[in-house]
């Protein structure tokens, strides 16, 4: 079942009040936000979006602004509280699109940084996340520059009682007619940093053999581990695929990364247990939206073991790093001529 809601919000300015939060993300802006939480105007149409496409009060309600347990909150915290609504009702979200209006700020150089966050927040893949911003022409309030305010539109899919009880035969694995795909990856590094490249050799899917390959000039091996299955579950996702995946690695980093570190992760703020920002955190990111999205059993091939699949990935990563070699003694040689 489908459901779309809309909502919208304004926020007046002052010279004393919040600091800018637009999605989540700090911008750095002259004027303060009058607000009783922390004002994150998108957020807020957001949840009042969700809330009406559920048929559900709106935040004035559910989070009312004189409410002393309310005050200085971060928005975050309400839209995971607005979440588990959705959870507990068996909604996901397809897509959202939000339209900021406002004279100042201008959010053109914050745009990405927004959506990424958004992303994180909500856990659905950037391009599910549409983001415009315009002005009223001087026109109103807004045009006056005393405040500013934001629109948005979501949908959201109900998931059939019918469906959602063959969802759960199927991680039961009584389903015995469903066929599997299997996914081998790899990724080489010449340095570590240095050139690297990463392979993909796809097993079940169209009766065919699917070899996917690519590199990077200057990388590390984790990167291209990473970089491996994020490219084999975008390909998989642009062919629609709603089979179970068996996804094979030699890599433990990426077996424990998935299956474990990332909601450690999310938890505590991309932060790992030494207290260090976590490494390679913008692909944890692709890849932690894009695992939601299927039926995936992570397996570790240790040291390889010579598992012929295991190598002809191996092959190909090699063979990627390896085309970035000649350019770069190229260009060594040219510097080391010029002095």
């Known amino acids: 079942m489908l459901r779309i809601g809309q909502g919208i919000d304004f926020h007046r300015f002052g010279k004393e009040g919040r600091d800018l939060v637009l999605g989540g993300i700090f911008i750095p802006f002259e004027k303060k936000i009058i607000a009783h939480s922390d004002g994150d105007i998108i957020l807020h149409a957001l949840m009042d979006a969700f809330l009406g496409a559920m048929g559900l009060d709106d935040i004035g309600c559910l989070f009312p602004d004189n409410d002393s347990q309310y005050e200085n909150i971060s928005s975050i915290q309400l839209m995971e509280k607005v979440l588990d609504m959705l959870k507990k009702n068996q909604f996901e979200i397809n897509n959202i699109d939000i339209t900021f209006l406002s004279e100042k700020p201008k959010i053109a150089s914050f745009r990405d940084k927004i959506k990424e966050s958004l ?106 581990e990473i970089k491996a299955v994020i490219q084999a579950l975008e390909y998989l996702q642009q062919k629609n695929i709603a089979q179970p995946i068996q996804l094979y690695t030699d890599s433990q980093y990426v077996k424990k990364g998935i299956s474990e570190w990332v909601k450690k992760w999310k938890k505590n703020g991309w932060i790992n247990s030494q207290g260090k920002p976590v490494l390679n955190r913008d692909l944890w990111e692709i890849l932690s939206n894009l695992d939601h999205l299927f039926q995936i059993n992570y397996h570790w091939l240790k040291g390889h073991n010579g598992h012929p699949e295991n190598e002809k990935c191996d092959e190909i990563a090699r063979k990627e790093a390896e085309k970035f070699l000649k350019p770069i003694q190229e260009e060594e040689l040219f510097k080391s001529e010029l002095v």
Do not use: H
């Not at 911003?133 to 500013?148: L, P, S, V, W």
């Open 119 to 224: 992303s994180f927040i909500l856990n659905i893949p950037k391009n599910k996340i549409g983001l415009k911003a315009t002005t009223t022409e001087k026109m109103g309030f807004i045009g006056r520059e005393e405040g500013f305010g934001c629109s948005a539109v979501v949908l959201i899919i109900q998931k059939e009682k019918e469906t959602l009880s063959k969802k759960k035969l199927f991680v039961e694995k009584e389903i015995p007619d469903a066929e599997e795909i299997t996914v081998y990856t790899d990724g080489a590094c010449l340095g570590n940093p240095g050139p690297g490249g990463w392979g993909v050799v796809i097993n079940g899917f169209s009766n065919q053999e699917i070899l996917l390959s690519g590199g990077e000039k200057q990388t590390t091996n984790n990167r291209m």
